[in-house]
């Protein structure tokens, strides 16, 4: 039996994404959840967040479940990029009032997470920190009946530049961030998006074949441009199925997107895209999806053992991003999954939930869940996975999360 423990296999880390007026990644809320409280160390834990963090690489915000663990944060070094979570009510207490002022003073950035009806109105937030709003369903309903088409919501219904938590509704989504001046949402409205587009498949996104037609020309390199297609499930998705179709009348199936890329050839595929173009979807709406998925095929990826294989690696990521394909093209997975010729390997994980690749997508679905984040070391020790190499394996994912859509940028 283990009798020390080092900060991260002491805590589960999990995390959600913050969107901001663009559609784009902002920042990301890092949830930690405390697993054995006599490990862990504040300054160690915020050490560790801090070492190396890129400026380029989303706002970090630690929300700790552990009041404790919050109030050594707050005493400790402030770590550049990052912000701290702090519940509301600490605000109107004098005591914890002054020490979020002293955090303040020493570099802190704090972010009072409180209810909207709580502080509807209010012009000024305490210690100029940016809130985190939560919405209540009667919030969401008064704000919908309250809001006119071209209209912008009545003067002081959000105070901007805040963050606003619990938007299930598409329309209120845009209230927010366009109306209202929101500075982010967290979480997206991935249900009621999708629900619009119901009617028909989604087809490619315009933006990142835009993206990668304009690095083709500027003759980016082989893994820019596998790592701009793979930006987007549903061209992955139709490229793996254009070169697996009877017009090219290949002797051998083709698994990799790595492959199909060489197999056109850069004028071939270029072409290609630009037929895909024609009727590719430009709803901004969608990338948050999209991009989610990114973001979680990503985490799979990196939580494989270091020096991995570049062949096993990819694998994985698109094992994890056609693990969803069925949201996006509204027809059963193993149906979609059954027309690309895959290996076993992804069959087992995707269809079966079993195989060598299934506790990678295990782990990547609970760390990006915090309703189940809990689960995290009982989920990690079932598929003899250590939570230290869960949690590091995230860090690595969310420090290039931003710089991963770049054409030129390393991911």
Request: a negative charge.
């Amino acid at each position: 039996m283990r009798m020390s423990h080092t900060v991260l296999d002491s805590v589960a880390l999990g995390y959600q994404p913050v969107w901001n007026r663009a559609r784009q990644l902002a920042a990301v809320r890092l949830r930690v959840h405390v697993t054995h409280a006599e490990a862990v160390d504040a300054e160690h834990l915020l050490r560790v967040l801090g070492i190396d963090w890129p400026a380029a690489a989303p706002v970090l915000i630690v929300s700790c479940d552990s009041t404790d663990l919050l109030q050594q944060a707050l005493q400790c070094p402030a770590v550049r990029n990052t912000w701290l979570e702090v519940p509301g009510a600490w605000f109107e207490v004098p005591d914890l009032l002054a020490q979020l002022s002293q955090a303040r003073r020493a570099g802190h950035v704090l972010l009072r997470q409180v209810d909207l009806a709580d502080v509807r109105g209010e012009l000024i937030t305490p210690l100029d920190a940016r809130s985190l709003l939560r919405l209540s369903p009667e919030d969401a309903l008064e704000a919908l009946r309250r809001s006119r088409p071209g209209a912008p919501l009545e003067a002081g219904w959000l105070m901007p530049g805040q963050i606003c938590a619990g938007v299930a509704d598409r329309h209120l989504a845009a209230l927010c961030l366009d109306d209202a001046g929101a500075w982010g949402l967290l979480g997206w409205p991935e249900e009621d998006v999708l629900h619009a587009h119901r009617h028909q498949p989604l087809a490619c996104s315009e933006s990142v074949i835009q993206q990668i037609l304009q690095a083709m020309s500027d003759e980016c390199s082989l893994d820019q441009l596998e790592r701009l297609i793979r930006q987007d499930p549903v061209l992955v998705f139709r490229l793996l199925a254009l070169v697996n179709s009877a017009a090219f009348g290949l002797r051998r199936e083709i698994q990799s997107l790595r492959h199909a890329i060489m197999l056109l050839g850069f004028d071939s595929l270029g072409r290609w895209l630009s037929e895909q173009l024609a009727g590719a979807d430009s709803d901004p709406e969608l990338h948050p999806v999209r991009y989610a998925m990114v973001m979680r095929s990503r985490l799979a990826q990196h939580l494989l053992e270091s020096g991995s294989e570049d062949d096993l690696r990819a694998e994985v990521y698109t094992t994890a991003l056609l693990a969803e394909l069925d949201r996006l093209l509204h027809q059963p997975l193993g149906t979609l999954i059954n027309k690309l010729p895959l290996s076993e390997r992804l069959f087992d994980a995707v269809l079966r939930g079993t195989g060598p690749y299934h506790p990678l997508l295990d782990v990547a679905r609970v760390q990006g869940d915090p309703d189940i984040l809990r689960q995290l070391p009982a989920v990690c020790e079932r598929h003899e996975m250590s939570l230290e190499h869960a949690n590091r394996s995230l860090l690595r994912m969310l420090a290039s999360s931003r710089d991963h859509a770049r054409p030129v940028a390393s991911a």
